[in-house]
């Protein structure tokens, strides 16, 4: 079977992850990974999520300001509201991509439902990655207190060891779902109007 799953590993959305942060202008800017086949839908799906999940971290970081005007911040929710339903359809979209990728598999009697999607994983998998580059930078700054320094170390190794757990998981749930042990499906977020 050659499916967008066979081909699509946890530490592939990694290094993707980290390499779209290492870009001068990113999020504004995304390249994706120059593929074809069934992965190219997954990836394509893959970079916008990580896009709008570091769109989202800019205008909250803009939201939490204390200098802006309040008209400032009612436009920035505004746009964080957007990011965040194009973020939750990247989500879906990943994941009907990946499902398209497993449809000829025969699920197995007695196979595990996955309470996360895939598409949900690799979701936390990017704000990981924005995370740990934040805490990155924090833990490096020649202008902090040793004791700051030496607490962000701390807090990049967790965050580090959540993500090689995480992207475990990930490898794992992909692993059962081609052979039919395990199954995740898309469930339509809803937004709840006020």
């Not at 799953?5 to 504004?28: G, I, K, M, N, Y």
């Not at 205008?59 to 509201?81: F, H, K, T, W, Y």
Request: charged share 30%; glycine share 6%; net charge neutral.
């Amino acid at each position: 079977m050659d499916s967008a799953t066979d081909a699509f590993h946890a530490v592939a959305v990694v290094r993707f992850h980290d390499s779209q942060l290492r870009e001068r202008d990113w999020p504004v800017m995304t390249r994706g990974p120059a593929l074809g086949g069934p992965a190219a839908a997954v990836w394509e799906w893959v970079a916008a999520n990580h896009r709008y999940n570091g769109l989202l971290w800019q205008e909250e970081n803009r939201a939490r300001r204390l200098d802006v005007a309040p008209e400032d911040i009612v436009d920035g929710q505004r746009l964080i509201d957007r990011y965040d339903q194009k973020r939750l359809d990247a989500i879906e979209a990943i994941d009907e991509a990946l499902l398209a990728g497993l449809h000829g598999v025969a699920r197995e009697t007695g196979a595990r439902l996955s309470s996360e999607t895939a598409g949900a994983m690799i979701d936390r998998l990017s704000v990981l990655a924005l995370k740990i580059h934040h805490m990155r930078l924090q833990a490096r700054r020649a202008d902090a207190e040793p004791e700051h320094v030496q607490a962000c170390t701390h807090k990049l190794e967790r965050l580090r060891a959540q993500r090689r757990d995480l992207a475990t998981c990930l490898d794992l749930l992909l692993r059962e779902a081609r052979v039919g042990a395990a199954y995740f499906k898309v469930y339509r977020q809803v937004r709840m109007a006020s």
